[in-house]
């Protein structure tokens, strides 16, 4: 199905279909959210499972302190719980402090992928859990969920129902990290060819959740991860690599095409699993619409990055010294930097090289609920 035929095919589409679910927030329609992707959605898998420790001044702008998130604030799917009237989803690993499961469960990671770490398509693999791996714990999840309801334990009331299976709404915000990681070692065409390998895998797995009950699916496209300061980086000094916007032009080339594909396979899903219902965000469109018309958001800069350090980069981005840490280079002790004033940088639109900040987040949200 997902040959490099159909794909060229769909790159001479003019247009991508969205569905856009119209949701009234007041009567929310989902009793359950069950969420799935990497850093642009991970709640705190990754500190749970690595013991990773994230430092000030991760999370200061609204938490006061570091929540798990790779942000200074709140994430788009954090905007989406409170919508509903729910609180914030708990990660899966999260076993601290007796997490409430009731209304759902995070099992976003960073550094995720679609692909899993031992195929030899995809190298440059570092995440500790895939999009299989997520799904696989959704799975063990819900049958010690439902074994736990049939013997009525004491922790029911933290527990979803069990219609809330089905009923459920199942959110997917991944595979940015596998193209962009694609790149580091091969040329474009090598990257369009990687695509259709990643849908398999992406539809496969999304077919077990179907399996396992789930039926309404809300599908996230990739971003314009080429407006990213790591990747801007890397091209700043050759305009020719950059687009009108300043952003990596074959990035965002690649991003769109697997834009157009993760739309069809949705299509072509809900035509094939009877009962479902997809939902496909254009996050591509949303994304490039604040960047290029940041000020009209209340932005002050569009690329800059508030938390990191210069290394040469007019970003304000340096490779070797990731926001919040502290490294030695050339025997002397350098720090990341932070926007001086507290009140100004939530206004900018990039928080580290590869995370926008939680005001981008809010704006996301906002323009995805008022389509």
Known sequence: MWSMTSLYLVVGMMFVKVFVAAVDFKYPHYPAVFNFGDSNSDTGGLV???????????GNTHFGRPEGRFCDGRLVIDFFMNSLKFPALHPYLDSVGG????????????????????????PNIVSPLTFGVQVDQFIHFRSRVLQLLRNGSN??????????FSQGLYTFDIGQFDLARAFENSSEGQVLAYIPILLIEFASRIKDLYANGARRFRVYGTGPFGCLPK??????????????????????YVAKLFNLQIN?????????????????????????????????????????????????????????????????????EITSGVCKNVNIFIYKLGWSSLHRSGKFSCCVKNTVWTI
Not at 155 to 164: A, C, D, F, G, I
Request: proline residues 4%; contains cysteine.
């Open 48 to 58: 749970s499972e690595l013991g990773k420790q994230l430092n000030p001044p991760y």
């Open 231 to 252: 990747y801007i980086s890397k091209y700043e000094k050759d305009a020719l690599e950059l687009d009108e916007l300043g952003c990596v032009k074959s990035h965002n």
């Open 264 to 332: 069809t396979m949705c299509s072509t899903l809900q035509a094939d699993l009877s009962g479902t219902n997809f939902t496909y965000i254009d996050m591509f469109a949303l994304k490039t619409d604040l960047i290029a018309n940041y000020t009209s958001y209340g932005f002050e800069n569009s690329k800059l990055t508030c938390c990191g350090g210069s290394g040469g980069s007019q970003l304000n981005y340096n490779s070797e010294i990731p926001c919040d840490e502290t490294k030695i280079i050339d025997g002397n």
């Open 99 to 122: 997490p409430d499961f009731k209304r759902g469960c995070n099992f976003a990671m960073a550094d995720s992928t679609i692909l899993p770490n031992n195929t030899t398509s995809n």
């Open 155 to 164: 922790s029911n009331k933290l527990l979803p129902l069990v219609e809330y």
